[in-house]
């Protein structure tokens, strides 16, 4: 990723898909003594953008949902051909953003900001004495499937964002979105 922070200059736009992007990448920023150029700020949905402006960044455009569909379509109203968007991301993220931006003239570089690892668990809890699991993240969703292997049907999934619900809804998941 320092390459590209070396180099931000040269993006027409930076794009958030998260939260934890956001905050890693500022942070990385700040070790460098860098600060952000005049490239324009996308947010994917209003988590992300309430995150930047609290840390001061300015945020050029955002859609109100974390959604691959809107994200493409607001930056094709933007005009996508030879633009080059860095996208700062986990590196378990899927790269079907990026891929379907490509495929419409866009230059896209999707550095790694931080990684996603497994909690160490040392004692489980009975899962049948909870009423609802939020997760955060398709790695959070499979994280916790590796430790408890499945969900009772007694409880209740909730997804935070839409890549996690969609992700969750694939792997044959009842799952309701949370705002």
């Avoid at 180099?7 to 794009?15: A, I, K, N, P, V």
């Avoid at 990385?28 to 930047?52: C, E, I, T």
């Avoid at 570089?109 to 160490?120: E, G």
């Amino acid at each position: 990723m320092d390459f590209c922070l070396d180099s931000l200059s040269r993006y027409d736009y930076l794009l958030f898909t998260s939260r934890f992007s956001a905050i890693h990448f500022l942070k990385r920023l700040k070790q460098r003594g860098l600060s952000l150029p005049a490239v324009k700020v996308v947010a994917s949905g209003a988590a992300v953008a309430g995150y930047l402006k609290k840390e001061g960044v300015v945020v050029d455009y955002s859609v109100k949902e974390e959604s691959i569909e809107q994200i493409t379509q607001l930056l094709l109203a933007l005009g996508l051909k030879n633009k080059k968007i860095l996208i700062p991301r986990c590196p378990v993220t899927a790269d079907e953003l990026a891929n379907k931006l490509r495929q419409l003239g866009a230059e896209v570089d999707t550095p790694v900001a931080y990684q996603s690892v497994k909690p160490l668990i040392e004692e489980k809890i009975d899962l049948n004495t909870i009423d609802q699991i939020y997760f955060l993240s398709p790695w959070g969703f499979d994280n916790f499937l590796q430790i408890y292997r499945q969900i009772p049907s007694t409880v209740l999934i909730m997804a935070i964002g839409r890549p996690t619900l969609d992700y969750i809804r694939k792997k044959g998941y009842n799952v309701l979105l949370s705002e």
